[in-house]
């Protein structure tokens, strides 16, 4: 399977990104037309007939959000965009707010109208200050036509400062908030109590898109491409030891050799050496050895067998000369500085890793890295200490791809 | 709507009032749970982690402090995970910082079996001890970050908001704003703080300057209760002394008046009664 055109424009697309004829050329004035006419609940059914999955990562079902955030009570209720983009590897959604802002905006004031939302937020990556003003742009050209504005929706641009944990979607509130993007708690969930306490509707950038396109569309459209399991299709960002890095879409189900190989996907991996290793779904993702890559798809039941998920769609590929162990440092860096040291398995986890990792003693220390490990998979607050050593254990289980 | 909860709490049946937290489910089921941030009058910050519990249909361990217990919730305070995740959060916490004064971080390693070893040997929040003003000191070497201070100076207590965490990850640290001396903050000095930090690294002044000089003796100081004379609020003060002399003032935290929070004055106004001056006679 090839690359597919869905969620990004066709190249040979000649309307301005954030002009009127893009929203016509692109079926999105039909799609807000649509639901303009369609009751909330008719909405979130075709929401959840579709199969949409959220693509920030932790792939929950998008209807079933829209659902607990409409039955919230609460006279208030916000929409956010997470445009906080700041996960390893990852760089689809600027690829899509640069070529097709206007996708994930129709999508953001669908969800708000469905949930009952005045006010919506899309909350941007400080880094990403073009792809800012081109949202600047798109947005205004929706005011322009009215669909954004006081007798519609608000929507206000938040610009993220620089942090990794301010993604999660609780620190993502207290940022807006105006404190320091500390992860709330969970529950209340964001679906009750979100941005000042109100239900919150919280999704990424490209699920908003893929919700655009379904309702410029219908379900039987959106549903052409993908799997039994899951419909549609996936940008994935590729990097590294690739010959064609970038962002592609395919649809769910394609093999991820093909992803690698094909010509006009990821072209082979550079300078004809062969694969050592794929890093699935960025720092909170794993690593797939090149047998593991043979046999996967991409697909959530076809990658869970390998004890990998899609995340949020990146691929690091890694020739056969890389030393893991080197990536591995790398990354416990990451999350060293990005931890938010609110709680203890994290803050100070997140450093003895990496103090273990640069003194070459991943191996020698495993026991007591994989105790570790556990307990901050097991009792960190949020899903970056939580995460934090899996691509590390994934490596401690799989020998054979650390070469030292 | 039900008023009450019944929960199993390793396999014991417990039946609470709807809004009990599982820490207190746990209590009431005579199977404690550790921990280190809770503090009875604070609003949980869960931070320690120290408190986890396994939860039936939960991914991860839950923090009893924070959670609410639900009809039909099965808990277990004990299982292998639970045990590890104590044991790790104890060993990491001793590898960062000085436990000399946190009984309860002691407590707490005693009871997991951890080895205060097995982490150390890389950064710690070794750091000079900041000695200001005459009222407390801040010694942060000995800080486990549990946010108790934050809350009590903030809206949970004093709603002065004079310190708040600063920097990230391992670097996250107390601070009074842009690395400030006390005085030169917004504090006001009522001490709130030091009184629910379970660790001394703040830690009033004249006990401070009383261990190090090797005179601090717990066995040898009695307590007074009494009602701080300054205002009509009546609150109620624990004069804590030796040798005859005050050398610390707390309200005790079940107190309905205080709950267990003072103003500058009750808490450090007492150098008069000790002060000699004051003896003159008229004339
Ligand atoms: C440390 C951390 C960082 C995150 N960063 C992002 C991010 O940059 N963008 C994003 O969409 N989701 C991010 N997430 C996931 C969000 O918390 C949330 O699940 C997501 O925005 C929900 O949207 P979705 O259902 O459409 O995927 C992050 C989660 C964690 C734990
Ligand atoms: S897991 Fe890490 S990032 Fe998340 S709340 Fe804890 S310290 Fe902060
Ligand atoms: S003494 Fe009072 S005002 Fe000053 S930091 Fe402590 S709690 Fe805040
Ligand atoms: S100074 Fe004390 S109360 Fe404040 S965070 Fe540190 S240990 Fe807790």
């Known amino acids: 399977m090839s690359e597919v055109r869905r969620l990004l424009p066709r190249p040979d697309i000649q309307s301005s990104a954030t002009s009127v004829e893009r929203l016509t050329e692109r079926g999105f004035d039909h799609a807000l037309s649509r639901i303009s006419t369609m009751t909330s609940e008719d909405i979130i059914e075709e929401v959840s007939a579709s199969g949409i999955k959220g693509r920030g990562g932790a792939a929950f079902p998008t209807g079933l959000k829209w659902s607990s955030v409409y039955k919230a009570l609460g006279s208030e209720k916000y929409v956010v965009m997470n445009a906080d983009e700041s996960e390893l590897g990852t760089f689809k959604d600027r690829v899509l707010l640069e070529q097709d802002p206007l996708g994930p905006l129709v999508g953001l004031l669908i969800a708000a109208h469905c949930v009952g939302a005045r006010k919506a937020f899309c909350y941007i990556r400080g880094e990403y200050g073009e792809v800012e003003q081109n949202l600047a742009d798109a947005l205004e050209m ?38 320091r993007p500390e992860p709330r708690v969970k529950p209340p969930f964001p679906t009750q109590k979100g941005l000042w306490g109100s239900p919150t509707l919280i999704q990424n950038v490209e699920t908003l898109a893929n919700i655009a396109i379904l309702f410029a569309h219908d379900v039987k459209w959106f549903k052409e491409y993908g799997t039994q399991d899951t419909a549609g299709t996936k940008l994935v960002a590729l990097s590294g030891h690739i010959r064609r890095p970038g962002v592609y879409e395919v649809p ?97 986890g997140t450093r003895r890793i990496l103090e273990i990792a ?47 | 709507m039900a008023t009450s909860v019944t929960l199993k709490v390793d396999g014991d049946s417990v039946t609470l009032p709807q809004g009990t937290t599982l820490r207190e489910a746990c209590e009431k089921a005579d199977h404690p749970v550790p921990t280190l941030c809770w503090h009875e009058n604070l609003t949980p910050a869960n931070a320690c982690r120290a408190c986890v519990v396994e939860v039936k249909g939960s991914r991860t361990l839950v923090a009893s402090c924070s959670r609410v217990a639900e009809d039909g919730m099965e808990v277990w305070t004990n299982t292998e995970r639970v045990q590890n995740a104590r044991k790790v959060v104890a060993e990491l916490l001793l590898s960062t910082s000085d436990a000399t004064l946190a009984p309860d971080l002691k407590d707490l390693a005693q009871a997991s079996g951890a080895s205060a070893e097995r982490f150390r040997g890389g950064a710690t929040w070794e750091q000079p001890v900041r000695v200001d003003n005459e009222l407390y000191v801040r010694d942060l070497s000995k800080c486990i970050l549990c946010y108790r201070c934050v809350e009590a100076c903030g809206a949970d207590w004093q709603n002065t908001f004079a310190i708040q965490v600063s920097g990230r990850g391992f670097d996250a640290h107390i601070d009074a704003g842009f690395g400030r001396e006390l005085a030169e903050s917004d504090c006001v000095f009522c001490g709130n703080c030091v009184a629910v930090c379970p660790t001394g690294a703040l830690i009033g002044k004249t006990e401070w300057d009383l261990r190090n000089q090797g005179a601090w003796d717990e066995e040898r100081i009695s307590t007074t209760t009494t009602i701080c004379s300054y205002c009509g609020v009546g609150c109620e003060l624990k004069l804590h002394v030796l040798d005859n002399k005050i050398v610390k003032v707390t309200s005790p935290m079940d107190n309905p008046v205080s709950h267990g929070m003072l103003c500058v004055k009750g808490r450090y106004g007492y150098e008069f009664v000790q002060s000699e001056e004051t003896l003159v006679p008229n004339s």
């Open chain 1, 358 to 404: 640069e003194s070459g003693n991943l191996r020698t220390r495993s026991q007591d890295l994989r105790e570790l490990g556990q307990a901050m998979r097991d009792a960190s607050i949020c899903g970056l200490g939580q995460t934090a050593p899996v691509a590390l254990l994934s490596v401690l289980d799989r020998p054979e791809l650390m070469h030292d």
């Open chain 1, 252 to 348: 769910f189900g394609t093999a991820l050799t093909d992803i690698l190989q094909k010509a006009d996907l990821g072209g082979s991996i550079t300078s004809g050496r062969s694969l050592g290793a794929v890093l699935l779904g960025g720092a909170a993702g794993t690593f797939l050895g090149p047998k593991e890559v043979e046999n996967a798809s991409l697909d959530y039941p076809s990658l869970n067998k390998a004890g990998a998920s899609i995340g949020s769609g990146a691929m690091m590929v890694f020739d056969d000369t890389v030393d893991l162990s080197w990536v591995l440092t790398r990354m416990a860096r990451f999350f060293a500085e990005e931890s938010c040291g609110q709680c203890v398995p994290c803050r100070i």
């Open chain 1, 142 to 179: 929706l005011r322009m036509t009215g669909w954004v504005g006081p007798h519609s929706v608000e929507v206000e641009i938040r610009r993220g400062a620089g942090a990794y944990i301010a993604g999660e979607e609780t620190a993502l509130f207290n940022s807006i908030e105006g404190k």
